[in-house]
């Protein structure tokens, strides 16, 4: 549970290093850090299973998604714009859950918090794979399924908790490591988190004429690459 969560640090890192070599806006640079800074936040709790950890896991999932929201909902602004009522009204959101969270140590508040912020990125998603750029269902429904598994495992993990306990206590080392369901979680969840940022990016760089292009380094994993628009 502690070791995988490298796909929330080390894939983020290349995409941020990758942005910044291409000049392309701050707020995907932070998008990806963010993204770094909740797979640190809970490799730091799941290796120590302190509180003060968990915080450091659960919060920065809420700022993440935040800077996501801001990405996805000014993709189709002119350059160098700034939404200051959205940016404004996103810090008032993670500055109220991060203090009624601090107070009611409630995780429910959590996830119904993090969830409206999920669900209000996956409307953008679908309206932009649907009737903004069509071509690009095929990036947008793999993250979402993608992550939405990772959700299904988390909960199955939740419920049956005991009994999978039990079970693997009965299976081969390594069978028992590849069935803890919360570690999927974490993957399954960081590559579709991942997937997101590429296509706000892929989105936005197309807006603003640029070439991107989805390569896959070694064959497998997804990376963009986004040339300058073409000069007259």
Same mark, same amino acid.
């Given at each position: 549970?502690?070791?995988?969560?490298?796909?929330?640090?080390?894939p983020?890192?290349?995409?941020?290093?990758?942005?910044?070599?291409?000049?392309?806006?701050?707020?995907?640079?932070?998008?990806?850090?963010?993204?770094?800074?909740?797979?640190?936040?809970?490799?730091?709790?799941?290796?120590?299973?302190?509180y003060?950890?968990?915080?450091?896991?659960?919060?920065?999932?809420?700022?993440?998604?935040?800077?996501?929201?801001?990405?996805?909902?000014?993709c189709?602004?002119?350059?160098?714009?700034?939404?200051?009522?959205?940016? %404004?009204?996103?810090?008032? *959101?993670?500055?109220? $859950? =991060? &203090? !009624?969270y +601090?107070?009611?140590?409630?995780? #429910? %508040?959590?996830?119904?918090? *993090?969830?409206?912020? $999920? =669900? &209000? !990125?996956? +409307?953008?998603?679908?309206?932009? #794979?649907?009737?903004?750029?069509?071509?690009?269902r095929?990036?947008?429904?793999?993250? +979402?399924?993608?992550?939405?598994?990772?959700?299904?495992?988390?909960?199955?993990?939740?419920i049956f908790?005991d009994?999978?306990?039990?079970?693997?206590?009965?299976?081969?080392?390594?069978?028992?490591?590849v069935?803890?369901?919360?570690?999927?979680?974490?993957?399954?969840?960081?590559?579709?988190?991942?997937?997101?940022?590429l296509?706000?990016?892929?989105?936005?760089?197309?807006?603003?004429?640029h070439?991107?292009?989805?390569?896959?380094?070694?064959?497998?994993?997804?990376?963009l690459?986004v040339?300058?628009p073409?000069?007259?």
């Amino acid at each position: 549970n502690t070791v995988s969560n490298l796909i929330f640090i080390l894939p983020p890192i290349y995409g941020a290093i990758q942005t910044y070599k291409d000049g392309l806006e701050k707020r995907y640079l932070a998008a990806y850090l963010c993204l770094t800074a909740v797979g640190l936040g809970s490799w730091c709790f799941h290796m120590t299973l302190k509180y003060e950890m968990q915080l450091l896991d659960e919060l920065p999932m809420i700022y993440s998604c935040c800077v996501f929201v801001y990405c996805l909902y000014e993709c189709f602004k002119y350059k160098n714009t700034v939404n200051y009522p959205l940016l %404004f009204l996103l810090i008032t *959101y993670s500055f109220v $859950v =991060s &203090i !009624i969270y +601090l107070n009611l140590k409630e995780p #429910v %508040f959590h996830q119904v918090m *993090y969830g409206t912020l $999920v =669900s &209000i !990125i996956v +409307l953008r998603s679908v309206y932009i #794979v649907l009737w903004v750029y069509p071509w690009l269902r095929g990036l947008g429904y793999t993250s +979402l399924t993608v992550f939405l598994m990772g959700f299904f495992l988390w909960n199955v993990d939740n419920i049956f908790c005991d009994k999978l306990r039990a079970l693997r206590e009965k299976m081969p080392p390594v069978v028992g490591a590849v069935t803890q369901f919360h570690a999927w979680w974490h993957i399954l969840t960081g590559l579709g988190s991942y997937l997101h940022i590429l296509l706000s990016l892929y989105t936005r760089t197309l807006f603003l004429k640029h070439r991107p292009k989805v390569k896959f380094i070694f064959g497998i994993w997804p990376v963009l690459l986004v040339e300058p628009p073409k000069k007259l």
